[in-house]
């Protein structure tokens, strides 16, 4: 069974890291999932922040999305959420969609919002998505480092330098990730 995890709003944001997330996502290294509500919350939250952006072009990139990733979008999972405890109420819908997707884990950068006494009695955890992509870099160093190397070079407005890519990640969080990327700067 392929490792299962959902990506909260706030690692979806960012588009830097939306793009390394699904790119890693399309590899297979690891399922990928989400839901429409997931959806709703960062692209009005990236509408909110981002004046220059339209919600058609939010709403083209949501599409692009959930076409090219395998069977992303969680659906049915709302009765869950009624049972389930969570300092933030409005959290408890991303732990029943892990629930009803049976995710090991959730990516988030909140991870005092997803307690881990109480994502343990449905055998999920809260990662960041520094400690994530990280993981994912040691399970599969190969491959991480070519979707890298392929995500890096498909920006062309503006053209970005392997210094300035890594920059730019560290910037969205992977700062752990990072670090270790610029060891591998040859190969991006």
């Avoid at 160093?141 to 730019?168: C, M, N, Q």
């Amino acid at each position: 069974m392929k490792y299962t995890a959902v990506l909260d709003a706030n690692v979806l944001y960012p588009a830097p890291l939306r793009d390394l997330l699904m790119r890693l996502a399309i590899t297979d290294i690891f399922a990928a999932r989400w839901s429409a509500r997931i959806h709703d919350e960062w692209i009005r939250n990236v509408l909110k922040n981002r004046p220059d952006l339209t919600a058609e072009q939010l709403h083209r990139t949501r599409d692009l999305m959930n076409s090219h990733v395998r069977d992303c979008l969680v659906c049915d999972f709302e009765s869950l959420e009624v049972g389930l405890t969570l300092p933030d109420i409005d959290d408890r819908h991303v732990l029943a969609a892990a629930i009803k997707s049976g995710a090991q884990a959730i990516v988030t950068f909140n991870l005092k919002d997803f307690p881990s006494d109480e994502l343990e009695k449905y055998g999920v955890e809260a990662i960041n998505p520094d400690s994530f992509v990280h993981n994912q870099l040691d399970l599969k160093p190969g491959t991480v480092l070519e979707v890298i190397k392929k995500h890096r070079l498909s920006l062309k407005k503006p053209p970005k330098s392997v210094a300035d890519y890594l920059d730019t990640l560290e910037k969205c969080g992977l700062v752990i990730t990072t670090d270790i990327l610029r060891g591998y700067a040859q190969n991006l």
